[in-house]
């Protein structure tokens, strides 16, 4: 039970949900919508077009490419280095980081005509939010 409050292992979870987001966006970027996790599906007023498409490619980019860090580079280099203010900066990086997520996918989940779904973004959000900062140096 210790292992599941490290910080690498919150990363490490973190890197694998963002890579599975990098594929619902992914999959947006060639029109095809994913039920509960699209764009489309959650936003009803969202009109996909070429331009949607390729932003959703780039976002899709963006996300693998730090989820790849996440996954396979920073749970080792956090597991192997010992130095406390390491660990300090990541943690506050990782939480800062999550807060603006937050208050920007709140705001999208509470516009006018947003399905129910769109929460299920800020709930993950949210969660790994509250998760980094319970985290410890293990």
Do not use: R
């Not at 990098?22 to 509960?36: Q, R, W, Y």
Request: aromatic share 18%; hydrophobic share 55%.
């Amino acid at each position: 039970m210790k292992n599941i409050t490290s910080l690498s292992f919150v990363v490490l979870s973190h890197g694998i949900v963002a890579l599975l987001f990098a594929l619902v966006f992914l999959l947006e970027s060639f029109g095809i919508a994913m039920p509960l996790l699209s764009l489309e599906t959650q936003h009803p007023n969202f009109v996909p077009s070429i331009y949607s498409q390729t932003v959703s490619l780039f976002a899709a980019v963006g996300i693998a490419t730090f989820a790849v860090y996440e996954i396979f580079f920073f749970p080792s280099f956090l597991k192997n280095n010992d130095d406390v203010e390491i660990h300090k900066k990541v943690k506050i990086l990782f939480i800062s980081y999550h807060i603006l997520w937050c208050i920007m996918i709140t705001y999208v989940a509470l516009l006018d005509g947003t399905a129910w779904n769109a929460w299920l973004s800020v709930f993950v959000m949210f969660g790994f939010t509250f998760w980094g900062a319970i985290s410890k140096k293990i």
